[in-house]
């Protein structure tokens, strides 16, 4: 059974930082093209950052590009996302997973997610 697991969200100021991490079991994340995903209240889940497999490979949506650094540790399957510059609307759930078809989330059940809110 694949179990992801997020950590790191809580609440920052605009222009503050946090760094966001997915202990995954049950897969070998280098196998694996890995997302970051988020859902904000009312709104669709959204991927903002992937990595291919080769580790160097990266892409971010544009909202989050420049600001969002994505990465691996491989050794133990875990991935972080080191959120700078937040702003007010990337306040979401944000979830870890591979990257399936159409871009959606390939493991369930998705892990319970990390609660990010930028507020003053």
């Known amino acids: 059974q694949v179990l992801l697991a997020e950590s790191g969200g809580g609440l920052v100021q605009p222009g503050g930082s946090l760094r966001l991490s997915c202990a995954t079991s049950g897969i070998t994340t280098r196998n694996y093209q890995m997302g970051w995903y988020r859902q904000a209240p009312g709104k669709e889940r959204e991927l903002v950052a992937s990595?291919?497999?080769?580790?160097?490979?990266?892409n971010y949506a544009p909202s989050v590009r420049g600001r969002f650094t994505i990465s691996r540790e491989a050794g133990q399957n875990t991935l972080y996302l080191q959120m700078n510059r937040l702003k007010p609307e990337d306040t979401a759930v944000y979830y870890c997973?591979?990257?399936?078809?159409?871009?959606?989330?390939?493991?369930?059940?998705w892990g319970q997610g990390t609660q990010v809110t930028v507020s003053s």
């Open positions: 990595i291919m497999p080769d580790d160097r490979t990266t």
């Open positions: 997973n591979a990257i399936g078809a159409g871009a959606t989330g390939l493991f369930r059940p």
